[in-house]
């Protein structure tokens, strides 16, 4: 299993305890009294989930079994790809830190975190596919 | 990777793309709000993402990883394209419909077609589930 692979399906599975974890807290503020407010989490949450989780393990997973490139680079670039890692990660780190915090009233720095957390994610997403689309081919 | 799963995962990818960028859009807005209509695009970055990108990407991956008969065959193609031609024309009317301010009966039609879809795929694929070494 190549190392971005590893690195893709470990944080994915981090992700994975994390959205859970805050599916509990979301899940338990109706009954017991939270010590910060709850607002705006609930789009983390299913971020954490979707993006943090599944599509991470797509990423790691694809990464790893899509058809090999060509002998000097079998899984396209390597630069690409640990970009779209850390732009997909820092992308939704900034949100889920960012998100809550505007909603619960914050100042403008959060709405700038939203902004650029936004621009991370789209640019992962296209890293991933400018990097994968030729490996997306017959024998 | 046969034909049916390039073109798939190629839209797939698209799907990933056009859904990130929607997503983009409406975060933007809610750090920074530009216009209120841009909370349309929600019902499409959900359906392109959830159904087009993770929901497509597994059909395909199945078409193209699940064992095949005996000389390579894949089974009936015609039922696996066809599967692949409604799943998309469905994301595509239930996505873009609200976008669109479409009569609602084209969510509906949509929705109709992606679940159409699925049943035409597992009708397709269901032969090729089975145990290891027990050729059909």
Sequence with gaps: MPKLTRWFIKTALVY?????????????????????????????????????????????????????LNREAPRGSETLGWATYYLVNAGLLLRAIGEPLLASGGAALWAILLVLSSALLVIAGLAFLVNNWNRVRGR | ?????????????????????????????????????????????????????????ALATAHWIIPRFRGGVYGNLKLAWLSIILLNSGILMAGLGPVLNTPRWVVLAGRIAEAAAVLVFAIYIWPRIRPLGQEP
């Design chain 2, 1 to 57: 990777m046969p034909r049916l799963t390039v073109w798939s995962i190629r839209a797939a990818l698209l799907y990933l793309l056009v859904g990130f960028t929607f997503g983009q859009l409406m975060l933007y807005n809610k750090g920074i709000p530009i216009n209120g209509a841009l909370w349309r695009l929600l019902p499409a970055h959900i359906e392109f993402l959830l159904v087009g990108w993770i929901g497509q990407l």
């Design chain 1, 16 to 68: 994975l305890i994390l959205a859970l974890a805050l599916g509990l807290v979301l899940a338990s503020a109706g009954i017991f009294p939270q010590p910060f407010s709850v607002g705006g989490l609930t789009s983390v949450y299913f971020h954490l989930f979707m993006v943090g989780w599944v599509t991470q393990l797509i990423f790691g997973v694809a990464n790893w079994m899509f058809p090999t």
